[in-house]
């Protein structure tokens, strides 16, 4: 039988084990709630900032981002430190290192939360640079990307897409003023766009200011589309020498079916195909959600008519091929 002075030292030893591991817990528990606080800090400092950008305050947001992304880069929210390290950096001036902030963000944290609006914050700021084809990769990675292409980041980059590169300054582009409705943009100036069409050309309004212009948003794929096809060819046929252009928005999604329609059809007219369908990048920008869909748009770019086909057709783009070449008639200086 073992003594009781035998057993004491065992009793002791598990007695200090049982004190240091809780000291280690302790320990551990009160380093994480060190560093959760300096990030709850760095989120305070951000809202601060958004509100009011004093440098001061821009300049404490700036440091201690940057000391925590040093002392703790495996941390579970650290994308948004990165994020908003970027967004602080952009506020003073600072792009060259805010482009370095989100591209550690795009490569290290491809599955975080803040990955999409990181891209399109790294394209805006290689706009701001002036480096509009590397915020053309980031834009495009952001659209093509399977997981956020359909989220409303990529839909920003898309309208930046949209526009002539010497035309985007890094701003975030206002929202349509329509509302999203098709018909609400009728006497209003139609939304410009710079893309390429099915030959590789440039492709815009704004190459077609002082014609008429039909924007058909369409697709092979459509019934009542191809049943349209009809009357817009013969229009065309009618008015196309006389300051007018038809501008296809092909919704499609194989381009070989589309250009096999339009070589068996003769349409010849220009067209925008992206291979996105629904999601088409001009289709987007106008809000479409049904189609056949027609805009007709005046030589000054305004919309004067919004769906207008079948019988209707005809008769409205003559009206305004009209009135176009009258006023581009007595727009003329005198004697020519």
Same mark, same amino acid.
């Given at each position: 039988?073992?003594?009781?002075?035998?057993?004491?030292?065992?009793?002791?030893?598990?007695?200090?084990?049982?004190?240091?591991?809780?000291?280690?817990?302790?320990?551990?528990?009160?380093?994480?709630?060190?560093?959760?606080?300096?990030?709850?800090?760095?989120?305070?400092?951000?809202?601060?900032?958004?509100?009011?950008?004093?440098?001061?305050?821009?300049?404490?947001?700036?440091?201690?981002?940057?000391?925590?992304?040093?002392?703790?880069?495996?941390?579970?929210?650290?994308?948004?430190?990165?994020?908003?390290?970027?967004?602080?950096?952009?506020?003073?001036?600072?792009?060259?290192?805010?482009?370095?902030?989100?591209?550690?963000? +795009?490569?290290?944290?491809?599955?975080?939360?803040?990955?999409?609006?990181?891209?399109?914050?790294?394209?805006?700021?290689?706009?701001?640079?002036?480096?509009?084809?590397?915020?053309?990769?980031?834009?495009?990675?952001?659209?093509?990307?399977?997981?956020?292409?359909?989220?409303?980041?990529?839909?920003?980059?898309?309208?930046?897409?949209?526009?002539?590169?010497?035309?985007?300054?890094?701003?975030?582009?206002?929202?349509?003023?329509?509302?999203?409705?098709?018909?609400?943009?009728?006497?209003?100036?139609?939304?410009?766009?710079?893309?390429?069409?099915?030959?590789?050309?440039?492709?815009?309004?704004?190459?077609?200011?002082?014609?008429?212009?039909?924007?058909?948003?369409?697709?092979?794929?459509?019934?009542?589309?191809?049943?349209?096809?009809?009357? +817009?060819?013969?229009?065309?046929?009618?008015?196309?020498?006389?300051?007018?252009?038809?501008?296809?928005?092909?919704?499609?999604?194989?381009?070989?079916?589309?250009?096999?329609?339009?070589?068996?059809?003769?349409?010849?007219?220009?067209?925008?195909?992206?291979?996105?369908?629904?999601?088409?990048?001009?289709?987007?920008?106008?809000?479409?959600?049904?189609?056949?869909?027609?805009?007709?748009?005046?030589?000054?770019?305004?919309?004067?008519?919004?769906?207008?086909?079948?019988?209707?057709?005809?008769?409205?783009?003559?009206?305004?091929?009209?009135?176009?070449?009258?006023?581009?008639?007595?727009?003329?200086?005198?004697?020519?």
């Amino acid at each position: 039988m073992r003594s009781h002075n035998n057993f004491h030292p065992y009793l002791l030893f598990a007695v200090v084990g049982c004190v240091l591991t809780t000291l280690c817990i302790s320990s551990v528990d009160a380093a994480s709630i060190k560093t959760s606080y300096k990030y709850q800090e760095i989120k305070r400092l951000h809202k601060m900032v958004l509100k009011d950008s004093e440098p001061a305050g821009l300049n404490m947001l700036i440091q201690k981002s940057r000391a925590f992304i040093a002392e703790h880069p495996k941390y579970k929210r650290i994308d948004q430190v990165y994020y908003i390290f970027g967004n602080a950096l952009t506020k003073a001036g600072n792009t060259e290192e805010a482009v370095k902030a989100y591209q550690q963000l +795009v490569e290290n944290y491809p599955k975080a939360t803040y990955f999409a609006p990181a891209l399109l914050e790294m394209g805006l700021a290689y706009d701001r640079l002036g480096q509009h084809d590397k915020a053309d990769a980031a834009y495009h990675q952001l659209v093509e990307h399977p997981k956020y292409g359909s989220r409303a980041s990529a839909k920003t980059a898309n309208r930046l897409l949209a526009l002539e590169q010497e035309n985007r300054t890094g701003e975030i582009p206002a929202s349509p003023s329509y509302g999203g409705r098709p018909d609400a943009l009728v006497g209003k100036k139609a939304i410009d766009f710079n893309v390429k069409d099915l030959d590789g050309n440039d492709l815009s309004l704004e190459k077609y200011r002082g014609k008429v212009v039909l924007l058909d948003f369409w697709a092979v794929w459509c019934g009542p589309c191809i049943a349209e096809m009809p009357n +817009v060819k013969q229009v065309y046929g009618k008015y196309k020498d006389d300051n007018f252009q038809i501008i296809g928005i092909s919704l499609d999604e194989n381009r070989n079916t589309l250009v096999g329609y339009l070589e068996k059809e003769g349409i010849t007219w220009p067209q925008f195909f992206d291979g996105h369908g629904w999601k088409n990048q001009v289709a987007q920008m106008y809000g479409i959600s049904a189609i056949p869909h027609m805009y007709l748009i005046d030589g000054e770019g305004v919309v004067r008519k919004s769906d207008v086909r079948g019988p209707a057709l005809e008769p409205a783009v003559h009206a305004l091929v009209r009135e176009n070449n009258r006023k581009l008639q007595n727009d003329k200086p005198a004697g020519k």
